[in-house]
């Protein structure tokens, strides 16, 4: 059980494209989930966190306007990065916590999404 | 504020050896620990959590934890090391009932055969 999935796996596009990733909690719901950006050889650093039917909050340095975040159902929220740049180009990973009676559930990733910018 | 610090970047054991893996914590909060594990180019699987329950915490393949609060320690442990154990290993905190992980810089386990 907790399955995340992340699409796509892999990117390349051109600089000044806008990239599009989902990230969908399979077999359950998650009124939280989170997007973090991985750097090489480094560890992970959190982007925003995104609650079900109400505006994402970002952590500070992250531009919302360059990284948007939709989190519709209980089930799917998306990243665009908007007009792409080399810089942008990263390892990102979503996260999807669990419904909760009370207590810390944890947080459940999906395999990431290696996005290159040319 | 919450942090995290693995001790060992690198870690190399052979086969079937014990593994360990260190990491202390800082929390002003009774804090919720995990470990998960990242293989090259893959997200991070869950191995272990501790939320204030049994302080020796089992994860899957094998792995467990103990929580010590006297020494502020969640140190990772496997009894015998199998090639497929090779990734980088982090520790995770977590304050009480909210969502912000907080995550140590990782260390990359190395198993020869």
């Known amino acids: 059980g907790a399955v995340v999935s992340q699409h796509p796996s892999r990117v390349i596009c051109k600089s000044g494209t806008s990239v599009k990733i989902e990230c969908r909690s399979l077999?359950?719901?998650?009124?939280?989930m989170f997007w973090y950006r991985q750097f090489p050889k480094q560890s992970l650093m959190l982007m925003a966190t995104?609650?079900?039917?109400?505006?994402?909050?970002?952590e500070q340095g992250v531009e919302k306007d360059k990284f948007l975040i939709n989190h519709a159902s209980l089930t799917l929220s998306t990243l665009t990065v908007t007009s792409a740049h080399p810089e942008d180009s990263s390892f990102y990973i979503c996260?999807?916590?669990?419904?909760?009676?009370?207590?810390?559930?944890?947080?459940?990733f999906g395999d990431g999404t290696r996005l290159s910018i040319l | 504020a919450q942090s995290v610090t693995q001790l060992d970047s690198h870690v190399s054991v052979s086969e079937g050896t014990p593994v360990l893996l260190r990491c202390n914590y800082s929390?002003?909060?009774?804090?919720?620990l995990f470990w998960y594990v990242q293989h090259p180019n893959k997200g991070l699987q869950l191995l272990l959590k501790y939320t204030s329950a049994a302080t020796l915490v089992k994860g899957i393949n094998g792995f467990e934890a103990e929580f010590k609060k006297s020494e502020t320690s969640f140190h990772l442990t496997k009894p015998s090391a199998h090639m497929s154990d090779a990734a980088e290993y982090f520790c995770v905190v977590s304050e009480e009932y909210g969502n912000k992980l907080v995550f140590g810089a990782g260390t990359i386990l190395r198993v020869k055969s």
């Open positions: 995104s609650n079900e039917g109400s505006k994402a909050t970002y």
């Open positions: 996260s999807a916590r669990a419904q909760g009676v009370r207590g810390n559930q944890p947080q459940h």
């Open positions: 929390s002003s909060y009774s804090p919720s």
């Open positions: 077999d359950f719901q998650a009124t939280t």
